[in-house]
C-alpha cells in the first residue's frame, strides 16, 4: 500500500470482531514497526502483546482509568459521548489484543522526552502497518493515569508507559476527521 494512501485511511477503530489476530502477524507487524529512528539509536521501546487472560486482567484497571480521567470527560464531551468513552475504557471495543508501547526510563529530563518521541515514531509504524494488514488500532493514553499499576501488570517497572492499543479486525467504519488548517509556519528571513 501507499505510504501516504495508508496515512490518510488509518482511523482509530473503537469496534472489532472477536477474530484472533495470528500471533506471527502480529509479531511481524511489531518487528518491522521497530524501523523507527531513534535519539542516539538507543531504540528504547517495548512492545507487550496482551491476549486472552492478560487481557481481561488489563481490562479491570478500566475503573481506575474512568475514575481518573472522567472529571476531563465531563468539561469536554456529551454524557452519551462520556458514557461510549467508559465502555471503550472496559473492553477496547472487543478488540482480541491489546499492545502495551512502553519506553526505557532516563533519569535525564531530555532523555526522557527522546525516548518517548523515539517509541512513539515506532507505535505510529504499528498502527500504519496493522492498517496495511487490514488490522485496526485505537492509540490510547488513558493509562497514563494508572501508570504504575500498568508496569506492575506487564512486569516491566523500570519502564515508562507511551500508550496502549487494542488489535483486531476492525467492525466499523469511522469518518474522516477533516485535517485542521494553520498547522505550517514557514520561515526563511
Ligand atoms: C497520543 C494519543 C492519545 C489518544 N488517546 C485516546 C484515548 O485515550 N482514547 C481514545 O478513544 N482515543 C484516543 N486517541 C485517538 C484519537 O482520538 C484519534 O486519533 C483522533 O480522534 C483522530 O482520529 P483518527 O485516529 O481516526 O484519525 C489518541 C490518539 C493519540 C495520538
Redesign the pocket.
Known amino acids: 500500500m501507499e505510504l501516504y494512501k495508508a496515512m490518510q485511511e488509518?482511523?482509530?477503530i473503537?469496534k472489532f470482531k472477536p477474530d484472533p489476530v495470528d500471533r506471527k502477524l502480529l509479531e511481524e507487524l511489531i518487528q518491522k514497526s521497530m524501523w523507527a529512528p531513534s535519539g542516539t539509536n538507543v531504540q528504547p521501546w517495548k512492545f507487550v502483546v496482551l491476549t486472552e487472560k492478560k487481557k481481561e486482567e488489563f481490562w479491570q484497571l478500566s475503573n481506575l482509568v474512568i475514575e481518573a480521567v472522567d472529571e476531563t470527560l465531563k468539561q469536554q464531551f456529551s454524557d452519551k459521548m462520556r458514557l461510549f468513552?467508559h465502555g471503550?475504557f472496559r473492553d477496547f471495543g472487543g478488540a482480541p489484543a491489546l499492545v502495551v508501547v512502553l519506553t526505557q526510563n532516563n533519569e535525564n529530563q531530555e532523555g526522557i522526552q527522546a525516548n518517548y518521541e523515539s517509541a512513539s515514531a515506532a507505535m505510529y509504524n504499528l498502527l500504519l502497518l496493522a492498517h496495511e494488514a487490514g488490522l485496526g488500532t485505537?492509540?490510547?493514553?488513558?493509562h497514563l493515569a494508572v501508570e504504575k499499576k500498568v508496569l506492575e501488570l506487564v512486569g516491566c517497572t523500570d519502564y515508562r508507559l507511551v500508550?496502549v492499543t487494542p488489535i483486531g479486525y476492525p467492525d466499523q467504519s469511522?469518518p474522516v476527521?477533516p485535517r485542521k488548517g494553520d498547522k505550517l509556519l514557514w520561515l526563511d528571513k
Open positions: 488509518r482511523r482509530s473503537r468513552i471503550y485505537c492509540w490510547m493514553t488513558g500508550g469511522p476527521p
